[in-house]
């Protein structure tokens, strides 16, 4: 029985956090009725940029990128997760609607200009340590709220060899969580075979119930201000020497 790894995207594999800034900013422009055709960093306010670089760890669904936006925008520069959540629960109409502005922007930016919107990401140096191995030792899944068809052109750029029907993404419409228990289900395996790595510590705490491994990518963007809940790795090699050495050999 191979051990299946799941991963997230943003933040374990890919670094967006470039395209992520000028999609989130083109949408709250677009939301006030006004011009939105901003296409790198360079083109934003610089004091904007530098504390949405910092803040950016507190966002997990894209929604989230227009209450971000707003707190910037009322000059606060430091926010904890506790706030920034209670800020979240009181506007969920907005963010619905923010998120759908949010798939316009990034769908016009990558259909009509791939090679400027790719140039916005980039492979984390660690998660290409490691990554052939686990290609060829375990059942790699790809569970992420990111959208599918920008994994789908990741797939080609990069050529990450992702199976399609193992990438759980926004499109899914699973939580986490649920998305981890019908792997398990489909694969007919148990929890300790399956390990989960994310970036962020709240969809570890949202996924440990089901008792899988769950792993700490500490490279991502929540490394600002780090994690105790979880066992943290510092690259994909790790999980590699992990269940190695815990189940053998997987080829």
Aim: glycine share 6%; aromatic share 12%; proline share 3%.
């Amino acid at each position: 029985m191979k051990t299946i790894i799941a991963l997230d995207f943003d933040g374990v594999i890919c670094d967006s956090i470039d395209e992520c800034l000028v999609t989130a900013w083109n949408a709250y422009l677009s939301m006030n009725g006004k011009l939105a055709n901003n296409s790198t960093p360079d083109q934003l306010p610089r004091d904007f940029v530098d504390t949405f670089y910092k803040l950016r760890y507190l966002v997990r669904p894209s929604g989230e990128y227009g209450i971000l936006i707003d707190a910037i925008q009322q000059g606060i520069t430091e926010l904890s997760e506790v706030a920034f959540q209670q800020m979240c629960n009181g506007r969920i109409d907005f963010m619905s609607a923010y998120e759908r502005q949010f798939y316009v922007e990034r769908n016009r930016y990558r259909d009509t200009d791939w090679d400027g919107w790719i140039k916005l990401h980039r492979r984390y140096d660690e998660s290409l340590a490691g990554w052939q191995e686990l290609s060829q030792q375990v059942s790699l899944y790809i569970v992420t709220k990111k959208d599918l068809e920008s994994i789908r052109r990741f797939n080609r750029e990069w050529s990450l060899g992702l199976i399609e029907d193992r990438i759980y993404a926004r499109d899914c419409e699973l939580s986490k969580s649920d998305a981890i228990l019908e792997i398990i289900r489909l694969n007919n395996t148990t929890p300790d075979r399956v390990y989960f790595i994310d970036d962020h510590p709240g969809h570890l705490r949202e996924v440990a119930p089901t008792g899988v491994n769950c792993r700490w990518a500490s490279w991502g963007y929540h490394r600002i201000v780090g994690c105790t809940d979880f066992p943290g790795i510092d690259s994909l090699r790790d999980i590699v020497n992990e269940i190695t050495t815990q189940f053998g050999s997987q080829e």
